[in-house]
């Protein structure tokens, strides 16, 4: 079961350093009358995603694996696509709404093959902010 986790949690990692790189891309790029708000909703995201990188690394080394963090282990792991070539703000608003789910998806994959354990726990809490931060993106389009 172990291994099992553990190649889920560097999966959610990759995942989850990809949508941080992409959600920092939207957020110095987004054209948009409400460009402000965007602005900083893209950050609040980016900066959250920081986060959770270094607590899905640090539970991937609870669990004494280590860390398998590199663009080009990321890039075979992930399921996150390189940013849209866009700088409209629906645009960008709903490719950030499609990859959060995403990340769900991955999170529930760690949950099932860890269910029970505080990784759970810890992906469960993921699951509930990717959720409000589709709530927040599919708000932002008019």
């Known amino acids: 079961m ?3 986790l ?3 949690l560097h999966k959610l990692l990759a995942d989850t350093y990809a949508l941080y790189i992409k ?3 939207y957020h110095w790029n987004v054209v948009d009358v409400n460009f402000y708000s965007l602005h900083k909703l893209f950050e ?3 900066s959250d995603l920081a ?3 270094d607590e899905i690394a640090e539970q991937i080394r609870k669990l004494d694996h280590n860390v398998t963090a590199s663009l080009s ?3 075979k792991l992930t399921s996150i696509y390189e940013p849209i070539k866009s700088s409209n703000a629906v645009d960008l608003l709903q490719d950030l709404m499609k990859d959060n789910q995403t990340l769900i998806a991955s999170c529930k994959a760690v949950i099932a093959v860890g269910e029970g354990s505080t990784t ?3 992906v469960a809490e993921r699951i509930a902010q990717h959720e409000k931060n589709i709530w927040f993106l599919k ?3 008019k």
């Open 51 to 53: 986060e959770a990188i």
């Open 120 to 122: 759970a726990d810890l």
């Open 6 to 8: 553990v190649e889920a």
């Open 2 to 4: 172990e291994t099992k």
């Open 44 to 46: 609040e995201q980016y």
């Open 23 to 25: 959600t920092q891309n």
């Open 73 to 75: 282990e990321f890039s």
């Open 139 to 141: 708000s932002s389009i």
